[in-house]
């Protein structure tokens, strides 16, 4: 038996096979302008396939957008909470994933913990999708880079700067930076610092990421400014960090000092007056909402990759 395609973390992935992916994703972009979400892509990959979505935590772009990208490439979705089945209760990890692999073609999960989702993958016989976990959001990541370059073309060899908290999105950055050859400076609280296994892996691959707490000199003629929400699901210090990260707050004196055509980025949802001023997230440089759109587009190339139908 062919082992599946599990898309999980970027750090796994061919730099190939992500541009295949993104490239895969502005073609079919394109070549829906102007239709209804609802009619299916000419070439329906996902034609008689289930995907089968699991949330652990709650979601509105992940879910929406992983329901939408099935239909559009001719399967159909069937989603689930946790509170909805035994997945890691009354039944193991690995022998939900056994079951599901016999009523559906692929698992997209969205997790409490990085270690389920790759349990899960181990035990599947059928392709198993990060849709976020406490580690890493590798999806979010390729709908970021695309919508990027829509408007500022290639990334390689661009800057980008992520300011705030190192999280798990800050992570998929780190994990793309030497696949798609592009540099990332990461301004952030001693505290709040990224992953240092992930900077170990970016150095061993030759990725160009560099570290500071100044915000200042991380934006300064960068081509795109990224931001998050400081306080995500299952951080229990929030007052701590509101603290900590207020200096790292993107107003329009911080965009100011990126290159003159830099864009925003946030994967949202937004806390405007804490990462992120409504004159920014609002402002001509912020791209946030076709961010947004475009996670639908990226979702549907990595199921037809899952599926064999991106290289």
Known sequence: MTAPRHF?????????????ILEDAKARKAARKGWPQGRVDADAPGRDRVLAMIFQKNSTRTRFSFDAAIRQLGGQGIISSSTDMQLGRGETIEDTAKVLSRMVDAVMIRADRHEDVERFALASTIPVINGLT????????????????????????KTIAWVGDGNNV????????????????????????????????????QGRVEVTDDPHAAVRGADCVVADTWVSMGDLD????????????????????????AVFLHCLPAHRGEEVTDEVMDGPQSLVWDEAENRIHVQKSILAWCFGGVA
């Open 8 to 20: 999980l973390d970027l750090w796994r992935m061919e730099g190939g096979t992500l541009r295949a």
């Open 134 to 157: 406490d580690r890493s959001h590798p999806c979010q990541i390729l709908a970021d880079l695309m919508t990027f370059e829509e408007h500022r073309g290639p990334v390689a060899g």
């Open 170 to 205: 800050c992570a998929s950055f780190i994990h793309a930076t030497a696949k798609l050859g592009f540099r990332l400076v990461v301004a952030c609280p001693p505290k709040y610092h990224p992953d240092l296994r992930d900077l170990a892996r970016a150095a061993e691959e």
């Open 238 to 261: 929030h007052d701590e960090r509101l603290e900590a990260l207020e200096p790292y707050q993107v107003d329009q004196s911080l965009m100011d000092l990126a290159d003159p055509r």
